[in-house]
């Protein structure tokens, strides 16, 4: 959403197609954890939610896929920015790559299930080359003064 709402102030049709398509593909992203999520809950009993600390989950969304951070903080478009300035979105956005990446790393070493780790490193590389996209258009618009 970061992206999507991003691309509008972009300068060009390099920037607004890359960030629209990034954008598209994080979508397809969530789906994917998403439906791991899904598929990692949906036949624990009540008593493996709240020992898997999920007690809070399953009372508030039963085996429902509700978008929280790990303390169960729901998604809000205030985790993002729009400034409007190319360079400030862009240099914000390969900082939020590297979080991501972090994230998959630290989910990674919680975990011995291997089709989980799987999926988490494909993940994780997708957020290396979205960083290096980025990286790549912040030089080009550094380079044409924007
Ligand atoms: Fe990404």
Known sequence: ??????????????GKALLNDIATEELGHCEMIATMVHQLTKNATIKEMEEAGLGAMYAEHGKGVYPTDSNGVPFTVA???????????????????QKARATYENLINMTDD??????LLFLRQRE??????????????????Y
């Open 79 to 97: 985790y993002f920015a729009v400034t409007g300035d190319p360079l400030a979105d862009i240099m914000e956005d390969m900082a939020a790559e």
């Open 1 to 14: 959403m970061r992206y999507f709402s991003q691309k509008f102030s972009m300068p060009d049709d390099y």
């Open 128 to 145: 290396v080359v979205h960083y290096n996209r980025f990286k790549e258009l912040f030089l080009y618009y550094k380079k044409k003064g």
């Open 114 to 119: 291997e089709d989980v780790i799987r999926v």
